[in-house]
């Protein structure tokens, strides 16, 4: 196993989601890699190799016309997403991995060599497939090849973000699709303005409390991390409020998220917070669907939402903060570091209109000097060998 495996399997280890694993035709590595790495008593519910025929087709109610298909692995995800249900702890977040393929074996095959693995959770199911050089690869290459994807898929479902590199030869991809779970996908359409993913790893339309009664961490969670857990703990501390993150696909300063990115990072969430996904890029607008809500920001956030660059003027700056006003909501604003300085809110200019929007969380309470960036710095090579 290389390093960059072993962590990644560490990662997943640490995640609080378990599993359920359905396979045929190979991927057995995958399960290798997770079971020698100590902690996959946290991960694995079970895991079954359908070998034979019969094995396969009892788990999809009858043969299937080509053993090696999307729909294959979708029909093995979503039984080994009911089992793990069923073998899991109440609370417990699950997915269920289907994986299906053909590779090389003692004797020549008429067809193509290829995979096709598929993660199912309370989201949606998130689809990879891949045909394979025929006869560039020995089987041992082969198995490996496609335990990869096997391992970088059930890491995505885990919500862990960090990524291996699957070695393909000129010619190859890897298809990839997400068919979101009927509530996402009715917020897909824009028919909802938010959704609500519960710590329970329940999907649901809104967060598990009264209006005006909670606090919320927004962010791209790039990944999550200890200092986004750790503003929300304290957080709760200070405002005595129950806290929840906000992960919104628009922003004002970075590129739309589609649904399909933000599943892996929504899938960070169920076992640790409530997590709602909006659209909405303006805390005005934030305001609108939660009021009365307290946002916890950092002061390099809490600079932005007083900078005129992002207003067309004053007066439209102005009227922002007053509608967050008028929802009843306001700002939690922890100390942030930028370059050799720690910023906090004394640092920043707030016009007197505005003042009583905004309290300081004291670094006493909460400091923290980490960003996702960093982490994702910290990858490094290891994210691609």
């Known amino acids: 196993m290389t390093d ?37 008593s946290r991960t694995v519910l079970e895991a079954t190799d359908r070998y034979a025929p019969r094995s396969l087709a009892e788990v999809l109610d009858g043969p299937p016309t080509k053993a090696v298909s999307v729909d294959v692995a979708r029909g093995l995800a ?33 067809g193509e060599h290829g995979a096709a693995i598929v993660a199912a959770s309370v989201l949606g199911t998130l689809e990879r497939s891949l045909v394979l050089r025929k006869g560039d690869r020995d089987r041992d290459a082969e198995e490996v090849l496609v335990s990869r994807l096997v391992l970088q898929t059930i890491a995505s479902a885990s919500g862990v973000l960090r990524r291996v590199r699957t070695p393909l030869l000129e010619g190859e991809e890897i298809e990839e699709r997400f068919e979101s779970a009927p509530l996402l996908a009715s917020f897909e359409r824009g ?17 598990p409390w009264p209006v005006g009664g909670g606090a919320l961490v927004s962010g791209a969670f790039n990944p999550l991390h200890e ?66 809500s307290v946002f916890v920001i950092g002061a390099d956030t809490a600079a932005r939402v007083l900078s005129e660059r992002f207003y067309r003027d004053a007066l439209s700056l102005d009227a922002a903060l007053d509608a967050v006003r008028e929802h009843g909501s306001s700002f939690l604003v922890a100390g942030r ?24 969380l004291p670094e006493e309470a909460f400091r923290a000097d980490v960003s996702s960036s960093g982490i994702r710095e910290g990858w490094g090579t290891g994210a691609a060998a």
């Open 227 to 292: 200092g986004h857990l750790g503003l929300a703990a304290a957080a709760h501390r200070h405002l005595g409020r129950p806290v929840a993150f906000e992960l919104a696909l628009a922003n004002a300063e970075k590129p739309t998220i589609d649904v399909a990115e933000s599943y892996p990072r929504a899938m960070q969430f169920p076992g640790r917070a409530p997590l709602l996904v909006t659209r909405a890029p303006l805390f005005s607008e934030k305001a609108a669907l939660a009021p009365g």
């Open 78 to 110: 979503r039984h080994a997403f009911v089992r793990a249900a069923r073998l899991a702890d109440a609370g417990v977040s699950v997915v269920g991995i289907g994986c299906t393929a053909t590779i090389a074996t003692d004797r020549r095959k008429r």
């Open 337 to 360: 570091r930028s370059g050799e300085r720690f910023v906090t809110l004394a640092d920043i200019a707030i016009p007197a209109r505005h003042v009583d929007l905004f309290e300081a």
């Open 191 to 207: 028919e909802r303005q938010q959704i609500a993913l519960d710590a329970d790893g329940s999907l649901c339309a809104d967060l």
């Open 4 to 40: 960059s495996l072993l962590e990644l399997v560490t990662e997943v280890h640490a995640a609080p989601s378990m599993l359920v694993y359905e396979f045929a035709g190979a991927g057995v590595q995958a399960l290798a890699w997770l079971h020698a790495v100590g902690g996959s």
